[in-house]
T-cell receptor
Framework: NAGVTQTPKFQVLKTGQSMTLQCAQD?????MYWYRQDPGMGLRLIYY???????DKGEVPNGYNVSRLNKREFSLRLESAAPSQTSVYFC????????????FGPGTRLTVT | SQQGEEDPQALSIQEGENATMNCSYK?????LQWYRQNSGRGLVHLIL?????REKHSGRLRVTLDTSKKSSSLLITASRAADTASYFC???????????FGEGTQLTVNP
């Protein structure tokens, strides 16, 4: 099992450009999450999907959109990138909500210039 | 949302010593989870402790939970250089459906 995979690993964007971060899990998990991590800080939840077909805002959703494409895949889109979105982005999945542990992908390091 | 607060922010010890990290929170929780993050990598789940549990063990890891003091501790015994990482606590509030992470403790184990 690959677990949680994310693409790309690194990305540099110019202000105003758009991009989509891809995430897939092969553990048949119901819930998926997108977090961002800034230097010296913990993780902040951007969006999550409790189950296929549902998505909800997290702590810092502004400037992002998500799509739960199917049970395996959960993508994060930046429509118009801003320097404040420079961060490391992590996707995670869990069996069902926060009552179970979460499994994380390796992260995408995004720089917006 | 309520964030767990870790203490200390940084800890440096020698191989073979024990390392203790603490996490405090302010509301009632369903569970509390500890994660490890090696530099440049994703988080790895270590232990989940539920609100009705007081202590859990996993190998060299021991986690305690005191809901009356709203605090948890992670003890790593006989530390190794490979334990060097950041350690995060994450709480799931009773009324919420998401995890909120603290800012982490950076542990350095010197050979």
């Amino acid at each position: 099992n690959a677990g949680v995979t994310q693409t790309p690993k690194f990305q540099v964007l110019k202000t105003g450009q758009s991009m989509t971060l891809q995430c897939a899990q092969d553990m048949n998990h119901n819930s998926m999450y997108w977090y961002r991590q800034d230097p010296g800080m913990g993780l902040r939840l951007i969006y999550y999907s409790a189950s296929e077909g549902t998505t909800d805002k997290g702590e810092v959703p502004n400037g992002y959109n998500v799509s739960r494409l199917n049970k395996r895949e959960f993508s994060l889109r930046l429509e118009s990138a801003a320097p404040s979105q420079t961060s490391v982005y992590f996707c995670a999945s869990s069996e069902a909500g926060a009552i179970y542990e979460q499994y994380f992908g390796p992260g995408t390091r995004l720089t917006v210039t | 949302s309520q964030q767990g607060e870790e203490d200390p922010q940084a800890l440096s010890i020698q191989e073979g010593e024990n390392a203790t990290m603490n996490c405090s929170y302010k509301t009632s929780i369903n569970n509390l989870q500890w994660y490890r993050q090696n530099s440049g990598r994703g988080l790895v789940h270590l232990i989940l402790i539920r609100s009705n549990e007081r202590e859990k063990h996993s190998g060299r890891l021991r986690v305690t939970l005191d809901t009356s003091k709203k605090s948890s501790s992670l003890l790593i015994t006989a530390s190794r250089a490979a334990d060097t990482a950041s350690y995060f606590c994450a709480i799931r509030e009773t009324s919420g459906s998401r995890l909120t992470f603290g800012e982490g403790t950076q542990l350095t184990v010197n050979p």
